[in-house]
């Protein structure tokens, strides 16, 4: 059963860790930031979209300020 769940748990949010593995490497804070978010889209029901949405958009404006900034 355990495996099935860390299989699951991989395959819904390995984006996530990566930038969670990345980020922690770096600053502690931003590591907590992401890992409440990770945190906040297991625990959420299904229908509520509202955790998964802002999640979204706070990693895509995440890195669309990345792109913005390598590229100026």
């Given at each position: 059963?355990?495996?099935r ?24 804070v931003?590591m ?10 297991k ?16 990693l895509?404006?995440?890195g669309v300020?990345?792109?913005s900034?390598?590229?100026?």
């Amino acid at each position: 059963m355990g495996v099935r769940h860390g299989a699951y748990c991989l395959g819904c949010c390995w984006a996530l860790m990566a930038v969670l593995f990345v980020v922690g490497t770096m600053h502690l804070v931003w590591m907590a930031v992401i890992a409440a978010f990770v945190l906040a889209e297991k625990i959420a029901p299904p229908r509520v979209l509202r955790v998964r949405f802002a999640a979204a958009v706070a990693l895509v404006g995440w890195g669309v300020l990345t792109l913005s900034s390598a590229v100026a």
